[in-house]
């Protein structure tokens, strides 16, 4: 069965760092696009980055030149670095399958000093 299985959250500093890792099974991995996405309490779930299986990424405007997704196909794994971290960054971030409703268990990352 798809499985996606985060990793990498954590507590940071501002202007921090961290890496998200997704690791996924059950289906062929680099036929698919794949997104990391953000919720916090009270608010709808929110695109951060997606990747295409070419390797073509877009992001939403609040992390552009902070943050860069990335795959690696032999390992089937996403990533997501996360840079010039701030306060509003914390949420619980999930990893997930385009055109599916297949998730992540989510990790949480908080930005605080």
């Known amino acids: 069965q798809v499985q996606l299985v985060e990793s990498g959250g954590g507590l940071a500093q501002p202007g921090g760092s961290l890496t998200l890792s997704c690791a996924a099974s059950?289906?062929?991995?680099?036929?698919?696009?794949m997104g990391w996405y953000r919720q916090v309490p009270g608010k709808e779930r929110a695109l951060v980055a997606l990747?295409?299986?070419?390797?073509?990424?877009i992001y939403a405007d609040s992390v552009k030149g902070r943050f860069t997704i990335s795959r690696d196909n032999a390992k089937n794994t996403v990533y997501l670095l996360m840079n010039g971290l701030k306060p509003d960054d914390t949420a619980v971030y999930y990893c997930?399958?385009?055109?599916?409703?297949?998730w992540g268990q989510g990790t949480q990352v908080t930005v605080s000093s």
């Open positions: 997930h399958r385009d055109t599916s409703n297949y």
């Open positions: 059950g289906f062929t991995f680099l036929r698919y696009t």
């Open positions: 990747i295409s299986s070419g390797g073509t990424a």
